[in-house]
């Protein structure tokens, strides 16, 4: 008997494990891919544009200038987009290596 879609799909909640693993790393050391022009590095390597006084902070492919992601801290919250970015890697701290 074949398995259905909805017996796979599971509520959000389910990823909470696997995204607090991701989310604990040190970014500057996480590699990325830009969506403009495909240009892969290291967070840490990128432009970063912020002033002292701003909200946020725009980070920038050092290769073509484009938006990789933007940052904003206001109101108690984060507000984070990631769409110039096709991919983030890091390393799995809990793989067997
Ligand atoms: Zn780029």
């Known amino acids: 008997m074949a398995i259905t ?4 799909r ?8 696997l995204l607090r693993d991701v989310f604990v790393h040190e970014f ?13 590095g290291e967070m840490g390597a990128q432009h970063l ?7 946020g902070a725009v980070l920038r492919c050092a290769t073509c200038g484009s ?3 933007v940052v904003v801290r206001a109101g108690g919250r984060f ?6 970015l096709v991919w983030l890697e ?8």
């Open 79 to 84: 507000r984070v987009g990631l769409q110039g």
């Open 49 to 55: 544009y912020m002033t002292p006084l701003s909200p």
């Open 67 to 69: 938006m990789l992601m």
């Open 10 to 17: 599971l509520d959000g909640n389910a990823a909470a494990g």
């Open 28 to 40: 500057t050391s996480v590699r990325g891919a830009c969506a403009t022009c495909g240009a892969e």
């Open 90 to 97: 890091m390393q799995d701290e809990g793989a067997a290596s």
């Open 5 to 8: 879609e909805q017996e796979l």
